[in-house]
């Protein structure tokens, strides 16, 4: 299914970096017409502010709509665009009043070749730059797939080229790298046969979907009146693996325009396989840091695929606060934060906002649309600083539509953008460049792989507080569609800087995204299998390479010979390797010992067979234990893990079956322990 759009285009936030003007589409001209009725009167000292930015965008010549509309229609259009401005206006007045600092980031522009050495390094390949040998790059090499392998390949050649170029010193050739005999890039996209409606589909293999339940899938519903179609979507091929040839891409979108009605937007149901779904808290971060090198190639062979240049924003220093509330950065600020609450992954002062909003705001009309008093919101944001840390701030005074617009300044104030400055062009161009809405979708999951872990964790906090806005829209007036017009500007238009014209042309874009971000969240949390299994390869031949290292180690050699020599010795030599309890017992194969240090039965022995999930382990280690269990563990939702082996640590789906997870990983522990929140 896609997307109705007319081209906007070559539509970048100007607010980060230099673009050239493109002609606003007719789309977006004729904003304001009449002042809504619906408009508190706080809000009407910015409407002619919005009108002026309305002329200023009628003046350019466009040409009229070529499509017709409905009254209602038009009236939608106008109202919610009318939102974005209006609220591009109070944030300009916020700050001309003094509420917000200006912070600026520092622009480097980048060298010839700069750019391709900093996505090395950011993949975690930065060995091929130093020409080191290193077990982790090597390792990560390994399992790349051809798609992959061909991103890589091309960045790499144009960084070499450019050393060349500049006659540094020697660089490792391509081939030795690849093992090709030709050292020109292949990175062409190679046509497949059409896939299915799920969207992949192996070369020459047909897809085999498992037999599962209504509840085995994770399913992002419209609403029941939605006439949309329901597709599939599968993690378990790459999605640059998936891609076939689309002809013309760039012709069709010109002749396409946003469909603003939530019904617009397909259903998406993922499949369960039968190792379950993972969130992003179920790994362990040396796991996770593996995903982004990985999703960052991955995202980096998506858009070579599709023909898109991947664009990326180089930053230098980020000059932030170090102490305080608003304008910290945010790993600054959960440091602090941490030392009050050990743990805690998202700040508090936003927690405690989200949670003032959603105990009295959510019912409230216009919320997060309509202002709250500048004057009140600047003289709180001063009382919060000074108060918040010794737990003497009254927050019964703060009133709802206050309290939203604290939030929306605490989002604006961060140093560096909540979806980071380097890869908000991406955001942008998934929009302007691809017609799909699942190819969309793809790419913004892999966008938010790539997250550092506390923008991904604050990101989420935020985004399940506007799905309950958008929930509520039968009393706040709010919906998917007004909410992200009105989050738009506060997510991605840069602090310091006035909304100009480029900036305008983008607001149906940058909503657009948000509306994604909104509507797909339980999809974008879940990391996709095939990068699982790529953590997986890569810890092994990591494994692999150390087992080798140590053989050919010459303390271990003088150690087996003396071992050799001194057979009659009983003791065991001082340094000798030390195996794990899972090589050393006698468990007969398809069983698994299962250890719960919180239950009064710590361990147990289970059978596996084809039918065995996690939740079916849980349930028994808690009927055996539901008298004796320790007082730290009752109220606390217990979960399987998988540790070692293969992997670091993985907090396993309730439904995933053990079998399976057992032969992708043998020489696991298991785990039974609460769930991280």
């Known amino acids: 299914m896609t997307m109705e759009m007319k081209d906007s285009g070559s539509v970048v936030l100007t607010a980060y970096h230099p673009h050239s003007p493109a002609r606003i589409p007719s789309m977006e001209q004729s904003f304001v017409q009449d002042v809504p009725s619906s408009h508190s009167p706080t809000s009407r000292k910015s409407l002619s502010h919005c009108r002026r930015i309305n002329r200023m965008l009628s003046n350019e010549s466009t040409p009229p709509p070529a499509f017709s509309r409905s009254n209602s229609q ?101 081939r030795d790298i690849f093992g090709t005999n030709d050292s020109s890039p292949t990175f062409e996209t190679v046509p497949v046969s059409p896939v299915p409606s799920n969207g992949i589909q192996l070369p020459g293999q047909k897809p085999v979907w498992k037999s599962v339940s209504s509840t085995s899938c994770l399913d992002c519903r419209l609403d029941k009146s939605s006439p949309s179609v329901t597709e599939e979507l599968s993690y378990e091929v790459s999605f640059s693996e998936s891609i076939t040839v689309l002809p013309k891409m760039q012709e069709r979108l010109k002749n396409q325009r946003f469909r603003k009605e939530d019904s617009a937007l397909p259903k998406f149901i993922v499949r369960k396989s039968r190792f379950g779904l993972t969130e992003v808290g179920d790994l362990s971060p040396e796991d996770m840091k593996k995903i982004r090198y990985l999703s960052l190639i991955e995202l980096t062979a998506f858009y070579d695929a599709l023909g898109v240049e991947l664009k990326r924003n180089r930053t230098e220093r980020v000059r932030g606060r170090e102490n305080g509330l608003f304008g910290v950065p945010l790993t600054v600020l959960l440091e602090n934060d941490q030392k009050k609450v050990p743990g805690i992954k998202v700040p508090l002062i936003f927690q405690k906002l989200l949670l003032k909003l959603e105990e009295t705001g959510l019912e409230t009309e216009g919320i997060l649309r309509v202002p709250g008093s500048a004057s009140r919101v600047k003289n709180l944001h001063q009382e919060l600083e000074a108060k918040f840390y010794e737990d003497t701030f009254d927050w019964d005074q703060v009133r709802n539509n206050d309290a939203a617009g604290l939030l929306k300044m605490f989002i604006r104030e961060l140093p560096s953008p909540l979806f ?24 913004l999951h892999l966008l938010i792989m790539l997250l550092p872990e506390a923008n991904r964790d ?12 958008v929930a509520n829209e039968g009393k706040n007036k709010m919906n998917l569609w007004n909410v992200s017009m009105i989050v738009a500007p506060n997510l991605f238009i840069y602090k310091g800087k006035r909304a100009n014209q480029q900036e305008m042309q983008a607001a149906a874009t940058t909503a657009h995204i948000v509306r994604l971000l909104i ?46 020599m001194e057979r009659e010795r009983p003791e065991r030599p001082e340094g000798a390797v030390t195996f794990p309890p899972y090589l050393q017992s006698d ?7 299962v250890y719960a240090p919180l239950h009064s039965k710590v361990s147990m022995a289970i059978q596996l067979n084809s039918q065995t999930k996690a939740k079916d382990i849980l349930a028994r280690f808690h009927c055996e234990n539901s008298h004796g269990s320790s007082q730290n563990m009752r109220g606390q939702i217990q979960s399987l893990h998988e540790v070692g082996g293969n992997i670091g640590q993985h907090c396993l789906d309730p439904d995933a079956y053990m079998l399976d997870v057992y032969h992708a990983n043998p020489q696991a522990e298991w785990v039974i322990k609460p769930k991280a929140s």
């Open 587 to 593: 468990i007969p194969e398809g069983v698994i010992r």
């Open 74 to 174: 038009a009236s939608m259009d106008s109202t919610s665009m009318e939102d974005f401005w209006c609220e591009v206006e109070s944030i300009k007045e916020s700050r001309e009043d003094g509420s917000e600092e200006a912070t600026l980031l520092e622009f480097k522009p980048a060298d010839e070749g700069e750019l391709e050495a900093e996505w090395l390094q950011d993949v975690g390949l930065s060995t091929l730059i130093s020409g080191a040998e290193e077990e982790d790059g090597q390792a990560l090499l390994s399992t790349l797939t051809r798609t992959q392998a061909a991103a890589v390949q091309k960045r790499y050649n144009t960084y070499t080229q450019t050393l060349r170029k500049k006659n540094k010193h020697t660089v490792r050739d391509v």
């Open 458 to 469: 604050t990101a989420k906090a935020f985004l399940q507080f506007l799905k309950k806005v």
């Open 519 to 564: 509507r797909y969240q339980d999809i974008l949390w879940t990391v996709p299998s095939f990068l699982i299994s790529q953590v997986r390869k890569m810890n092994e031949a990591a494994m692999n390479n150390s087992k080798r290292q140590l053989m050919f180690d010459k303390g271990v050699r003088k150690l087996l010979r003396r071992k050799t």
């Open 420 to 443: 980071t400055i380097e890869y908000l062009p991406a955001f942008i161009t998934l929009v302007e460049k691809i017609s799909k809405i699942k190819l969309q979708l793809q790419a």
